[in-house]
């Protein structure tokens, strides 16, 4: 019986991990390079859930695969049209930032409720059927969207290490005057840089509307928001190593309580924030307490 709940705990905060990975690279992502705290990060996550739902089951009833591209492609372009007309006009003032990215998410909260109705839409599994491992039964999304997941947070970093781009995004995010200096667009930099993120968190909105809950609705964006938040904070703001560690740290502590705490799941909300509280009060800058971390 002990060994079933480690396996348990072992497996799924694994999973939670990687997806949770995933979402908070994107943020750290966007502040790394523009030094922007994006809180409408969590609004991509419901978008990006949104918009699989129409590419997979509404409007032309694609493969779930092909959804999910287009629907990473399609937030990632409204990300960047986003930030390029609404956030890169105030960009340099944090408050006047945080307050647009704060409406921005109320704005495509009421959208989706105007477009989709209140009610929740259903999100189908990205493939169907298990697989029983270690004598555990996990869904084959779930095991697709952790495998997925650890490979684009792998392959971003190799994009941001080895690509003559991944090397503007890191030198603005060191210096942007020298980086100007220097001949790199910056405007465009930053709109690929939130089309990237918004892309990132768009995936991990359907590897967990498609996992866990089967729906995607319009109320889904703050808890992701908190989350990306709390891990970001947690590992490091600007630290993409942080957001790896910080995330699997959250993982497997909320599937901890989960599974082993009696009505665990009424408390899962609040573990990211006390595991970041604790943390804070230790390490004020964090696990990994830099601005940036995308220098070799």
């Known amino acids: 019986m002990i060994e079933e709940t480690i396996l348990e705990i072992i497996l799924y905060g694994a999973i939670s991990g990687g997806v949770y990975a995933l979402l908070a690279l994107g943020f750290t992502l966007i502040y790394g390079v523009s030094g922007v705290i994006n809180l409408a990060h ?3 996550f419901m978008v990006g859930a949104y918009m699989f739902y129409v590419f997979g089951t509404f409007l032309f009833n694609f493969e779930p695969i092909l959804a999910l591209i287009l629907a990473a492609i399609s937030t990632g372009v409204i990300g960047s049209i986003v930030f390029r007309l609404t956030i890169h006009p105030v960009l340099g003032d ?3 930032v945080m307050v647009v990215t704060v409406c921005l998410a109320f704005i495509f909260q009421q959208l989706m409720i ?3 109705g209140p009610q929740n839409v259903p999100v189908t599994p990205l493939v169907e059927g298990s697989l029983i491992v270690w004598g555990i039964t996990l869904t084959n999304t779930r095991i697709l969207a952790f495998v997925i997941s650890l490979v ?3 392959s971003l970093l190799m994009f941001i290490k080895k ?3 991944g090397k503007a995004m890191r030198a603005v995010s060191q210096d942007r005057e020298v980086a100007m200096l220097m001949g790199i667009n910056t405007e465009m930099l930053y709109m690929l840089t939130m089309a990237l993120s918004a892309m990132l968190a768009a995936v991990a909105g359907i590897f967990i509307s498609a996992s866990t809950t089967g729906v995607a609705g319009a109320w889904m964006w703050f808890s992701p928001l908190a989350l990306s938040f709390s891990v970001v904070v947690l590992g490091g703001l600007g630290s993409i190593k942080g957001s790896l560690v ?5 993982g497997y502590a909320e599937q ?3 599974i082993t705490v009696p009505e665990g799941g009424a408390i899962i909300p609040v573990v990211p924030f006390t595991i970041m509280v604790v943390i804070l009060l230790l390490r004020p800058k964090g696990l990994f307490g830099k601005r940036v971390e995308m220098e070799d």
Do not use: H, N, P, Y
């Open 256 to 258: 901890t309580v989960a």
């Open 246 to 250: 910080g995330a699997f740290i959250i």
């Open 163 to 165: 690509t003559k781009i």
């Open 152 to 154: 684009l947070f792998a």
């Open 94 to 96: 944090e408050v006047a």
């Open 42 to 44: 969590g609004s991509f």
């Open 114 to 116: 105007l477009v989709f």
